[in-house]
Every structure is written in structure tokens, then in C-alpha cells.
T-cell receptor, first 116, second 112 residues
Framework: KAGVTQTPRYLIKTRGQQVTLSCSPISGHRSVSWYQQTPGQGLQFLFEYFSETQRNKGNFPGRFSGRQFSNSRSEMNVSTLELGDSALYLC???????????????FGPGTRLTVL | DAKTTQPPSMDCAEGRAANLPCNHSTISGNEYVYWYRQIHSQGPQYIIHGLKNNETNEMASLIITEDRKSSTLILPHATLRDTAVYYCIVRVARNSGYALNFGKGTSLLVTP
């Protein structure tokens, strides 16, 4: 079974631009979660989608948004990019609850975003 | 919310047990403790999780103290491939979902 795939793997943008990142979950998984990882803040939770509905959201500004399609693929968008948005953006999928008692969450390799 | 603290780095000899501690002194009764690890340039990988009881799977054991203020991840026979950053994460229930408190991670170096 193919793992979680993220595209693109690397991206360079300038301040003020917007960016869209894509995530394809493991076949059959309906939950997709997004995380930001930086050297300073470490791992932080962005949001979780299940069956096209945002089920949970972390503490990020409204510039960060996401969506999930009927095939469970997900995209996240960051508008008006700031230098501090430079990070590794990780996507993860699970069959059900990613932080529940039974389902395991699988991470993709991430998209490395650099904002200049 | 439970704050998670971990030592920044640890060393372990190959074949020995690696014991990675995590402090979550403000944890409450319904908050799970999760462990993931991240090998350089890869996404995190699930290891184990628990609520109150000790847990064991094919990868590791998780020991949670009776007061639940700390836990220890045990890799019983560390190999060179276990060199990674290990994250302790506490899941906090909310009315409308949950929040996640990530530790900063412990960089484990397994040496020959």
C-alpha cells in the first residue's frame, strides 16, 4: 500500500504570496491532519479533516486554511506569507481518529516551505 | 493543559535498553500520552500511546507513573536504526475536539 504523499516536496516563495500544499492520504484513510514543524516552535498542530469536514483546529491565524476533497485528498493554503511561515509542513492520515485509542496515524515526508 | 518536557538529548549503546523520560506534571485524568519518533528527513512515526496503564507493543514499552505526571518510553534493545528524535505528546480533550501539547523532543543517539 502506498504511503502518504505530499507535493511539492520543496517550495520557495516570497513574502506576501500565497501557497497551496497538497496531501494524498493512504488509500482508505478518511482523516487527514496537517502540522507545522520549525526549529524554534517544534511540532504544532494545524487542523484535521475527516470526510471533507474540518473536525479540529489548532491555534493558527486565519491565513492558514485547508480543505478535503471527496477522495480524501487534502490541501492547505497559506495566504499573505510571512518569513515566519518558513517550515516543514507535514501531513498525516489515519482511518479514523488520529489521536484516539485505536487508529494509527501515518505521516508523509513533508513539504519544505521557504519564505524569502 | 499538560505541558510536556523532555531532555534534549540522550546516548545509548547498541543492544542496551534506551529509557526516554517525559514529564507531564499537569496532566489530567482523560489525557493520553503518545510517543512518536522522527528519523532525519522523514515524517514522524507512531510508536506507542497510553492513558493510565503500562503498554507494550513490538516496538517499545510505555511506563506511566501511578500519578501520571511522567512517563518513560523504553526501547528494550536499541539498534543503530533507532537513532532519531523522540517526541512525547499529550492529547488534551476539549469540548469541541482536542488540543495537542508536543514536547520539544529528545534526540537519541545509539552508538556501536
Amino acid at each position: 500500500k502506498a504511503g502518504v504523499t505530499q507535493t511539492p516536496r520543496y517550495l520557495i516563495k516570497t513574502r506576501g504570496q500565497q501557497v497551496t500544499l497538497s496531501c494524498s492520504p493512504i488509500s482508505g484513510h478518511r482523516s487527514v491532519s496537517w502540522y507545522q514543524q520549525t526549529p524554534g516552535q517544534g511540532l504544532q498542530f494545524l487542523f484535521e479533516y475527516f470526510s471533507e469536514t474540518q473536525r479540529n483546529k489548532g491555534n493558527f491565524p486565519g491565513r492558514f486554511s485547508g480543505r478535503q476533497f471527496s477522495n480524501s485528498r487534502s490541501e492547505m493554503n497559506v495566504s499573505t506569507l510571512e518569513l515566519g511561515d518558513s517550515a516543514l509542513y507535514l501531513c498525516a492520515s489515519s482511518a479514523g481518529q488520529p489521536w484516539g485509542s485505536t487508529d494509527t496515524q501515518y505521516f508523509g515526508p513533508g513539504t519544505r516551505l521557504t519564505v524569502l | 493543559d499538560a505541558k510536556t518536557t523532555q531532555p534534549p538529548s540522550m546516548d545509548c549503546a547498541e543492544g542496551r535498553a534506551a529509557n526516554l523520560p517525559c514529564n507531564h506534571s499537569t496532566i489530567s485524568g482523560n489525557e493520553y500520552v503518545y510517543w512518536y519518533r522522527q528519523i532525519h528527513s522523514q515524517g514522524p512515526q507512531y510508536i506507542i500511546h497510553g492513558l493510565k496503564n503500562n503498554e507494550t507493543n513490538e516496538m517499545a514499552s510505555l511506563i506511566i507513573t501511578e500519578d501520571r505526571k511522567s512517563s518513560t518510553l523504553i526501547l528494550p534493545h536499541a539498534t543503530l536504526r533507532d537513532t532519531a528524535v523522540y517526541y512525547c505528546i499529550v492529547r488534551v480533550a476539549r469540548n469541541s475536539g482536542y488540543a495537542l501539547n508536543f514536547g520539544k523532543g529528545t534526540s537519541l543517539l545509539v552508538t556501536p
